[in-house]
């Protein structure tokens, strides 16, 4: 399965492309995907471009908490086999978008072998579409995971709130549910 396709053609941007020269502020430019809907692009209806950054995937999951909390002080060389094998679980959770909407894996191994990306939501920009000639083109996202990387963004963005149980409530509710299934499986 294609993750990504070549892109050479700056006036190509749309949704789920993947430029290089993003300024997000930092020492060094980083790279970035087009998250901007592909229509108001096409319509010259967007006065903004909005990026999301990509990061290395492995230095992404090295530092996170989760890695973190399942490798002992020596690193993954120095954990146990059942940590090793929880690691590894976990890396299947981040590649295939499982229960971690800040992130967003891409394979990227059609440009450079071996590179995988994570689009990180919670870096994000808007640049002003007159100065979408300052970024380098170098691939779009495919379909369909374009449209399931938008969802994820969608998702991990547009949390509607609402009013939580009390403690009390939960507590009632869940033994409920429990006494409930215990007489299911009789």
Same mark, same amino acid.
Request: charged residues 10%; proline residues 2%.
């Given at each position: 399965m294609d993750w990504i396709t070549p892109l050479d053609n700056?006036?190509? $941007?749309?949704?789920? /492309?993947?430029?290089? %020269?993003? %300024?997000?502020?930092?020492?060094?430019? $980083?790279?970035?995907?087009?998250?901007? %809907?592909?229509?108001?692009?096409?319509? %010259?209806?967007? /006065?903004? $471009?909005?990026? !999301? !950054?990509?990061?290395?995937?492995?230095?992404?999951?090295?530092? /996170?908490r989760e890695y973190l909390g399942l490798i002992n002080e020596k690193g993954y060389e120095g954990s146990s086999q059942k940590q090793k094998t929880r690691v590894k679980e976990k890396l299947s959770d981040y590649i295939h978008h499982r229960a971690i909407n800040r992130y967003y894996f891409i394979d990227c191994t059609e440009c450079e072998l071996g590179m995988y990306m994570m689009i990180d939501f919670q870096q994000i920009i808007s640049i002003p579409i007159d100065e979408k000639s300052n970024l380098k083109p170098i691939a779009n996202l495919c379909t369909p995971l374009k449209e399931q990387m938008i969802m994820q963004f969608v998702s991990y963005t547009s949390r509607i709130p609402t009013d939580r149980v009390t403690p009390d409530v939960e507590t009632q509710i869940v033994d409920t549910l429990i006494k409930e299934i215990c007489e299911n499986e009789e």
């Open positions: 700056i006036e190509g $941007l749309t949704q789920g /492309s993947i430029v290089s %020269n993003v %300024n997000f502020g930092y020492e060094e430019d $980083l790279a970035g995907i087009v998250l901007s %809907n592909g229509c108001d692009l096409e319509h %010259n209806h967007a /006065s903004y $471009l909005i990026v !999301a !950054a990509l990061y290395p995937a492995s230095s992404i999951i090295s530092s /996170s």
